[in-house]
């Protein structure tokens, strides 16, 4: 029993030693080297090649998106709109 009550009384002592080892556990992690250095990281983006996209399409003329713009409004009137809660 007066073991417990011990225990009891140094329990701010044994959370304050544990926080202790973590924080210090959480800084020596913090010290170690990276596995990469930017350097390498670098390296290996500029040789990877961009991917390019090409577009052949001709640009719509002002009318015609006029038109365009006014079927998507029809169409988005045209369906019954759907609400859930």
Request: proline letters at 5%.
């Amino acid at each position: 029993m007066e073991t417990l009550k011990n225990a009891l009384k140094n329990m701010e002592i044994i959370f304050t030693v544990a926080v202790a080892i973590a924080c210090s556990a959480s800084y020596a992690s913090f010290m170690q080297p990276q596995a990469s250095s930017p350097a390498n990281t670098a390296q290996a983006a500029s040789t990877a090649a961009m991917p390019v996209v090409t577009v052949s399409a001709k640009r719509m003329s002002a009318q015609e998106k006029q038109i365009s713009l006014m079927q998507e409004r029809q169409a988005l009137l045209a369906t019954p709109a759907v609400h859930t809660l």
